[in-house]
């Protein structure tokens, strides 16, 4: 292995909960860890005074040479997948955890009239099994918030329907205190009993909202009604509640045993995610980085990394779980592509690792070649578009009036995807009057391109209009009296919903507000937002001011000039004295200036 540099590596460490792995130069495994923040745990652990660790610690810290991470949704999947890796593993320095037995789980057990309560162990009978729990006061926070909600019997009576029908049972205390409803003499039916069994498997996988809605109203209630003591435990239980997790993405008592994989891909380079997952947790992750060579397309890929990361891991699961069906045929597992529930989410947590995989790497590659990023970023651009060629030169067109006077237009130009300041322009319309947008449009553009056609200049491969269909419209306009309309593309952008308009489609297009694409078309939307502006306000001032002077007997354009230049503002001007303005104009204008601003 190379020579570790740890400020590399911690360049690549996102500021996410997950779990983090140190290697040794043996590519040994020595230490697993968990952490709300991944960046900031693992930079702790390489700080220069020494005397914040113990002995154990730096001798870690030493033997450290490779690190490796897992992103997690929350602080919690990050405790389970940290225990699960270390009873896989066992590494040298990490004390072994407890197993899993030990965890607390939510059990609805299979029986008539379903019993509710918490449990450390797995009976497989049947029964429904939530968990396991990171927090047991959360844990007993649901089951109080449920037993409130919703009144269920606590006892084991074997309440069949003959049982029953016998009268074999009477109601307990419990039915006389209004928690339970008393199935052991019919006083509720078997129905009415399970749909509230319904409605509490729905807040255990994390549909909370009824429980919030109770929760609320039980509060007012006992708020208006004066019982203080009463809301004071409900407003603790709504505060549990709200950080209460009831699921995690990481643990499920249901999946056994199968393998997980997604995937990724960029212009040239793909990445494939693989997850063991067995007795319901993780118990391996791994990235596999593959170079196209003749533009292969997602499931090629990925059917090759499936067999590849199967046999170097060894691995006989009946299932994988997989983004979408690969042309696979194989008598030793199954495809499943989930749509919802627990596998759902192990696929969309193999995502995120993956995605974040590419992201770091590609970054590593395109500060090593800068061009790569810019080819990235104009091949996405083309894709995204439907153009026909690398968008390498861009032109973005706005424009600015106050109340209808003073229009001026502006033009940024962005060259391989970056702005290209000394080609930006802006101009006053000179045959436009009043607040006419359509037509500043029009002759802003016209005026642009007759002039490159005059001068030789090649023409950009992409113009964009700042506006909606009107603008765009008048912008094709004047590229088909100019005859280029077919030799550039060129789209318009309406500002609230972030559409795309092109020529003779009646329907826009939206891209996803994270693509790189639309970043770039915001840029250059917001560049020659802010240039025009800028000039648009220095042309109104001037004009402003200039206009005021003006109308003083005596002191014509170049006086005003004269006067502004020196005084800088109208108002340096107004509080001049005689001798300060004769250093400037004549006696006669100075007098003609001080009457003025006197009166």
Request: aromatic letters at 10%.
């Amino acid at each position: 292995m190379g020579t570790f540099d740890y400020r590399e590596e911690l360049k690549k460490i996102p500021h996410k909960p997950g779990v983090y792995q140190y290697y040794d130069k043996q590519g040994t495994l020595i230490y697993i860890g968990k952490a709300k923040d991944l960046k900031n745990r693992v930079s702790s652990y390489f700080v220069k005074d020494e005397y914040l660790h113990n002995a154990k610690t730096r001798v870690l810290v030493r033997k450290i040479n490779k690190i490796s991470f897992t992103i997690v949704d929350t602080e919690i999947d990050a405790w389970l997948l940290e225990n699960s890796l270390i009873k896989k593993h066992q590494p040298r320095y990490n004390v072994l955890l407890k197993d899993d037995k030990t965890y607390p789980w939510i059990v609805i057990k299979n029986e008539r009239f379903p019993r509710i309560f918490w449990t450390r162990k797995i009976i497989k009978d049947g029964s429904k099994y939530f968990g396991p729990y990171a927090s047991v006061g959360m844990m007993h926070a649901i089951l109080s918030v449920i037993k409130e909600i919703f009144p269920l019997r606590t006892c084991n009576l074997p309440l069949t329907v003959n049982n029953i029908e016998q009268g074999k049972f009477r109601v307990c205390l419990e039915y006389q205190i209004g928690n339970c409803k008393g199935p052991c003499q019919a006083y509720q039916t078997e129905e009415e009993y399970n749909q509230n069994i319904e409605s509490i498997k729905d807040i255990l996988n994390g549909k909370t909202g009824v429980v919030f809605k109770q929760l609320k109203a039980n509060l007012e209630h006992a708020t208006n009604n004066l019982q203080f003591e009463l809301a004071h435990v409900l407003k603790q239980k709504l505060e549990l509640l709200s950080n209460y997790q009831s699921k995690s993405t990481i643990v499920s008592n249901t999946i056994n045993d199968v393998d997980v994989f997604n995937i990724a891909s960029e212009e040239g380079y793909a990445f494939v995610n693989f997850l063991k997952v067995m007795n319901g947790t993780v118990i391996q992750t791994q990235t596999l980085e593959l170079k196209k060579r003749l533009d292969e397309s997602d499931q090629e890929l990925l059917s090759l990394a499936v067999q590849e990361l199967r046999t170097r891991f060894n691995s006989t699961s009946k299932e994988i779980i997989v983004p979408f069906n690969l042309d696979i045929e194989s008598p030793n597992f199954k495809q499943t592509v989930p749509q919802l529930g627990d596998k759902k989410k192990l696929l969309d947590l193999s995502y995120k690792n993956v995605s974040f995989f590419k992201r770091e790497r590609l970054d590593q590659y395109e500060k090593l070649n800068p061009e790569l990023k810019t080819e990235r970023l104009l091949n996405k651009m083309k894709e995204d578009l439907r153009l026909n060629v690398l968008p390498k030169h861009i032109e973005c067109f706005d424009n600015s009036n106050f109340q209808g006077k003073y229009p001026v237009s502006a033009i940024v130009v962005f060259k391989d995807a970056k702005p290209s300041k000394k080609d930006y322009r802006h101009f006053n319309v000179k045959t436009v009057e009043g607040p006419n947008d359509f037509a500043t449009m029009e002759e802003a553009v016209f005026r642009r391109y007759k002039r490159m056609l005059d001068e030789g200049s090649s023409l950009p491969q992409l113009i964009i209009i700042d506006g909606g269909k009107g603008q765009l419209s008048a912008a094709l306009k004047s590229l088909k009296t100019l005859g280029i309309e077919s030799k550039v593309t060129v789209i318009g952008i309406a500002k609230r919903l972030e559409e795309l308009y092109y020529p003779g489609d009646q329907y826009p297009l939206y891209l996803d507000k994270r693509s790189e694409t639309l970043k770039i078309i915001q840029h250059l939307r917001d560049e020659a937002h802010r240039f025009g502006i800028t000039f648009h306000r220095n042309q109104r001032s001037r004009k402003t001011f200039q206009t005021e002077l003006e109308q003083i007997p005596g002191i014509g354009r170049t006086s005003a000039e004269k006067l502004l230049v020196n005084f800088k503002s109208v108002k340096k001007i107004r509080e001049a004295s005689k001798e300060q303005l004769m250093e400037v104009v004549n006696t006669k204008q100075a007098e003609a200036v001080l009457a003025y601003f006197n009166s």
